[in-house]
Nanobody, 126 residues
């Protein structure tokens, strides 16, 4: 079955850390961009981070630069999002997505992507 399986969300206090994982099943991540979008309550979906094997580039939203790190393990067809110094405004549902032949400079929610995960809730609250 071709799918993205995501894990790692939860409840954390401000300043805490979480690590999200996203594993590809039924396909490899060769020539794919893969990363995360998030959607806060009452807001639209926004791009958070991306990594692509098309040109080796990465992308981070300005709001997460210096706090979030995306990494990939091609042998496991997996990608990880290490989130440090979390803030209440990071709260939302995080979705992993993958798209063949995409560059991270085009990591925006209005485009269609080949694969999406089921989403995981991240709540930052004291």
């Amino acid at each position: 079955q071709v799918q993205l399986v995501e894990s790692g969300g939860g409840l954390v206090q401000p300043g805490g850390s979480l690590r999200l994982s996203c594993a590809a099943s039924g396909f490899t991540l060769d020539y794919h961009a893969i990363g995360w979008f998030r959607q806060a309550p009452g807001k639209g979906r926004e791009g958070v981070a991306c990594t692509t094997s098309v040109d080796g580039s990465t992308y981070y939203a300005d709001s997460v630069k210096g706090r979030f790190t995306i990494s990939r393990d091609n042998a496991k067809s997996a990608v990880y999002l290490q989130m440090n110094n979390l803030k209440p405004e990071d709260t939302g549902v995080y979705y992993c997505a993958a798209d063949r032949n995409r560059l991270c400079v085009l990591w925006e929610p209005q485009y269609d992507y080949d694969h999406y995960s089921q989403g995981t809730q991240v709540t930052v609250s004291s």
